[in-house]
């Protein structure tokens, strides 16, 4: 937890400045993103950065709503009988 909060406040003052509300609190979040991005993946062997980066993008879709959990699903394991019989035609 600690490093998480000491990288969280290097964000904020290493982030570009904005007057407006809504504008820096994006800055913030894609300044965060990124470095946590970093961070981690300084620690990963290279056959697993593309498992958390694959997991970190769902998380963030997840978060703003851009992805479905039943397409998510389909995605993760496939067509499974219950979609097959009562889902959208394949």
Same mark, same amino acid.
């Given at each position: ?17 904005? &007057?407006?509300?809504? *504008?820096? %609190? ?9 470095? %946590? ?26 978060? &703003? ?9 389909? %995605? ?8 097959? *019989?009562?889902? =959208? =035609?394949?």
């Amino acid at each position: 937890l600690q490093w998480f909060q000491k990288l969280f406040t290097i964000a904020v003052d290493a982030s570009p400045k904005s &007057d407006n509300f809504q *504008e820096r %609190l994006d800055i913030l979040k894609d300044f965060f993103t990124e470095s %946590l991005y970093q961070n981690i993946c300084r620690g990963l062997f290279e056959k697993d950065k593309t498992l958390f980066s694959f997991a970190l993008c769902t998380r963030i879709l997840a978060g &703003d709503n851009k992805i479905d959990d039943a397409e998510l699903r389909y %995605l993760l394991i496939g067509p499974t009988s219950d979609m097959v *019989e009562h889902g =959208p =035609p394949l």
